[in-house]
T-cell receptor, first 115, second 113 residues
Framework: DAGVIQSPRHEVTEMGQEVTLRCKPI?????LFWYRQTMMRGLELLIY????????DSGMPEDRFSAKMPNASFSTLKIQPSEPRDSAVYFC?????????????FGQGTRLTVV | GEDVEQSLFLSVREGDSSVINCTYT??????LYWYKQEPGAGLQLLTY?????DMKQDQRLTVLLNKKDKHLSLRIADTQTGDSAIYFC?????????????FGKGTKLSVIP
């Protein structure tokens, strides 16, 4: 398996534009997580899905952020409209179960810069 | 609230031991984790320890847990240049019924040849 695949690797956009980040989890994994990493706040969980259903989106910062998982092999994180403070590295991760001793596998991340 | 704290930087000479420390607040955490992030990459699970253990050893890695003080450490023996990375401590959120981790901000380990 190629692991968790995220695209694009880098995104530079202007303030106010819509940004869509994409993730393909590892096949067979039932859980998918979106994280945001910044210097100031470290790694934060934004939202996670179980069997394509959003379970907890309490980490989503604002209504400008939305996430979907239309099927087991694809998820998107959308920011509309984007703002400079959204600049961060966004990671997608997947795991086979929700148990605490299950490893979460991370993608390489999307570095978003909003100018 | 939950908070996981780590020092931000650590420098060691190649061949020496590295010790990365972490404190956490959720005394009901079931597992505590160490993740490694290499430049330009995502996080990779290094090791984890169950909360009723006080030590776990895996080759060059030794994890020590002091549950009373809520202190976790990762010792890397014979540190190599390939160990240069950011190391994240994480705890699971008790009662969440799912895999929800709270991460520290990471300790950047620099290995000097």
């Amino acid at each position: 398996d190629a692991g968790v695949i995220q695209s694009p690797r880098h995104e530079v956009t202007e303030m106010g534009q819509e940004v869509t980040l994409r993730c393909k989890p590892i096949s067979g994994h039932d859980y998918l997580f979106w994280y945001r990493q910044t210097m100031m706040r470290g790694l934060e969980l934004l939202i996670y899905f179980n069997n394509n259903v959003p379970i907890d989106d309490s980490g989503m910062p604002e209504d400008r952020f939305s996430a979907k998982m239309p099927n087991a092999s694809f998820s998107t994180l959308k920011i509309q409209p984007s703002e400079p403070r959204d600049s961060a590295v966004y990671f997608c991760a997947s795991s086979s179960t929700g148990a605490s001793n299950t490893e979460a596998f991370f993608g390489q991340g999307t570095r978003l810069t909003v100018v | 609230g939950e908070d996981v704290e780590q020092s931000l930087f650590l420098s060691v000479r190649e061949g020496d031991s590295s010790v990365i420390n972490c404190t956490y607040t959720d005394s009901s955490s079931t597992y505590l984790y160490w993740y490694k992030q290499e430049p330009g990459a995502g996080l990779q699970l290094l090791t984890y320890i169950f909360s009723n253990m006080d030590m776990k050893q895996d080759q060059r890695l030794t994890v020590l847990l002091n549950k009373k003080d809520k202190h976790l450490s990762l010792r890397i023996a014979d540190t190599q240049t390939g160990d240069s990375a950011i190391y994240f401590c994480a705890e699971d959120r008790e009662g969440a019924g799912s895999y929800q981790l709270t991460f520290g901000k990471g300790t950047k380990l620099s290995v000097i040849p």
